[in-house]
């Protein structure tokens, strides 16, 4: 069974740095690429940040692009998101999600991390 | 960036009743246009991808049509348990990838 699980969410303070992961079971994690996307509360999905299956390309919004990093360690089967310089839009529910072989959909969706900016 | 619109914002329908979910992307982007359905709480559930492919285990009262710039969505006769938001995303030649924002379908 295909399992994502986001963990590394939580409070922090504008301006501060949070690290996401996302551990994945039930298949070959190094041949797909992921994607983290987030949902600030009550509004709709933001495609956050994607990476190849071997780390090699990474993608970014414009609106995080040079405050968070995109990381993968396929020997651990995890997924991270580094994320910097927090502010108060970044807060959200971030999933991490599997790209579909062969296409471009998002075949399996972890639970939610739920991030938090506020002093 | 290509954007996605979904019409209408919310849709009222009845329990057996058809519901038209609509999707309109800025430029073309062939096929490659996915449907998700999210109930609140959880996370967003594949139900359609190339467009008009039902994922795995989603019920045939569910299809898609459409390429180019315009998608639908059609639940054929709606199950309590379809009510939810529903949200389309091109794929085409990303990254990016962008979502529509959205039309939460709701009993009538």
């Known amino acids: 069974e295909v399992q994502l699980v986001e963990s590394g969410g939580g409070l922090v303070q504008p301006g501060g740095s949070l690290r996401l992961s996302c551990a994945a079971s039930?298949?070959?994690?190094?041949?797909?690429?992921m994607h983290w996307v987030r949902q600030a509360p009550g509004k709709g999905l933001e495609y956050v940040s994607a990476?190849?299956?071997?780390?090699?390309?990474?993608y970014y919004a414009n609106s995080v692009k040079g405050r968070f990093t995109i990381s993968r360690d396929n020997s651990k089967n995890t997924l991270y998101l580094q994320m910097g310089s927090l502010r108060a839009e970044d807060m959200a529910v971030y999933y991490c999600?599997?790209?579909?072989?062969?296409?471009?959909?998002?075949?399996?969706w972890g639970q939610g991390t739920l991030v938090t900016v506020s002093s | 960036e290509i954007v996605m619109t979904q019409s209408p914002a919310t849709l009222s329908v009845s329990p057996g009743e058809r519901a038209t979910l609509s999707c309109r992307a800025s430029?073309?982007?062939?096929?490659?246009l996915a449907w998700y359905q999210q109930k609140p709480g959880q996370a967003p559930r594949l139900l359609i991808y190339?467009?008009?492919t039902r994922a795995t285990g989603i019920p045939a009262r569910f299809s898609g049509s459409g390429s180019g710039t315009e998608f639908t969505l059609t639940i054929s006769s709606l199950q309590s348990e379809d009510f939810a938001v529903y949200y389309c995303?091109?794929?085409?030649?990303?990254?990016?990838?962008?979502f529509g924002q959205g039309t939460r379908l709701e009993i009538k």
């Open positions: 995303q091109q794929y085409n030649n990303w990254p990016p990838s962008t």
């Open positions: 990476i190849s299956s071997n780390g090699g390309s990474t």
């Open positions: 999600a599997r790209g579909q072989t062969g296409d471009g959909a998002f075949d399996y």
């Open positions: 430029q073309s982007v062939s096929s490659n």
């Open positions: 190339g467009a008009s």
């Open positions: 039930g298949f070959t994690f190094s041949s797909y690429a």
